[in-house]
């Protein structure tokens, strides 16, 4: 399905609206998961903007599509993307991390509307995100379960685990997102533990597999508006650690960051220059 013009316009401004949002909240707290949060950006803007049914209004809709954060240390993008949809005050999000939030540094589904899920032990969100999925299709709702993975997540045993009960059992309603960003906390994953051809590896395992530029928003909803066949889908999103503020990309260790807030405001800056640029 090709993605018209405008509604790419609308995507990429909403991507940008989103790394703000993240940026947003790591200027008010002082540091953060930075990189991890900027990569994701397009994949949730995509979600959220043009592919999942849901209602801000009705938070816990049975039948609406759902999202596990498995690599939970990202949810401060994915508190971005709720507030702007209008799950809540977009203002909250500037609360992430300190004494009495509800936007905690990982994803608590108790504590923030639009959670779907508790993440942040990694790997532990690729099995529930299963358990979602086979349970919405064992009743019959006509509705999706999207899993973003990453990287460095997927050393973790449980999640080729996960990966395999999904392929065996032929959970076609949950689609597995992996952020490629060639990055984890302690280094770049060719070093740490070199995971090789990821899209191989999920076709071995019986996935319909994709890889694209996973922060392209017109690759994102070719990929994501894909016509399910009898296979699972896994889609491989090479993207890049950081992605939309150029110090934060070229920075040797930006899994997590403290900046001085003039630096903050800089880069919201360029953020908010770039997003007016685009009518």
């Known amino acids: 399905m090709m993605l018209e013009k405008q509604l790419e316009k609308e995507l990429k401004r909403f991507a940008l609206e989103i790394r703000i949002g993240a ?106 995100a299963v358990g979602m999925a086979l349970g919405d299709s064992l009743k019959k709702r006509n509705c999706r379960t999207y899993l973003l993975v990453g990287d460095g997540e997927i050393d973790e045993g449980q999640v080729w685990e996960a990966a395999m009960f999904t392929a065996a059992k032929k959970v076609k309603n949950l689609v597995w997102l992996i952020d490629n960003n060639k990055k984890q906390l302690d280094g770049y994953t060719k070093d740490v533990l070199d995971s090789g051809d990821l899209r191989a590896k999920f076709e071995a395992f019986g996935f319909e597999a994709l890889r694209i530029d996973g922060n392209n928003v017109e690759q994102l909803y070719m990929a994501l508006t894909k016509q399910a066949d009898d296979k699972p889908l896994a889609i491989v999103l090479d993207t890049v650690k950081g992605k939309g503020v150029k110090e934060v990309e070229m920075a040797a260790s930006n899994h997590s960051m403290t900046m001085t807030e003039e630096t903050y405001d800089r880069w919201l800056a360029e953020l908010r220059a770039e997003l007016n640029a685009i009518s």
């Open 23 to 128: 940026i947003e909240e790591f200027k008010a707290r002082g540091f953060g998961h930075i990189g991890g949060s900027l990569s994701i950006a397009d994949v949730l803007a995509v979600l959220y903007g043009a592919v999942m049914k849901y209602d801000p209004e009705n938070p816990q809709k049975e039948d609406r599509d759902k999202l596990v954060c498995s690599k939970g240390h990202a949810g401060p993008a994915v508190y971005a993307a709720l507030g702007l949809k209008g799950f809540f005050p977009y203002e909250d999000i500037k609360t992430l991390n300190q004494p009495g939030t509800n936007f905690p540094s990982h994803c608590d589904r108790k504590k923030t509307p639009g959670i779907d899920m508790t993440t942040g032990s990694l790997g532990q969100g690729t099995s529930l």
